[in-house]
């Protein structure tokens, strides 16, 4: 799980941004997760949202419908 204390779920708390060349423009990430999130965008795999769980649920990234082949391939 992540190091998040008192992130309420739906938070931008402790989040960074970053760009998202798929989507041509920045996003917010939690940043307990933004590695994992950068190494997917690096590779080709389009996200469209994340959540590190915040302590309170399962962590998730979200991947495009079209990058989960390539997603799983890796």
Same mark, same amino acid.
């Given at each position: 799980m992540c190091n998040c204390k008192n992130v309420e779920l739906?938070?931008?708390? =402790?989040?960074i941004e970053i760009y998202h060349q798929a989507l041509g423009r =920045?996003?917010?990430v939690d940043t307990c997760i933004a590695e994992e999130v950068i190494e997917l965008l690096s590779n080709g795999v389009k996200t469209t949202?994340?959540?590190?769980?915040h302590n309170k649920t399962i962590p998730s990234i979200v991947v495009a419908p079209e990058s989960i082949p390539l997603m799983e391939a890796m």
């Open positions: 739906g938070s931008f708390d =402790k989040q =920045k996003i917010w949202g994340s959540c590190c769980g």
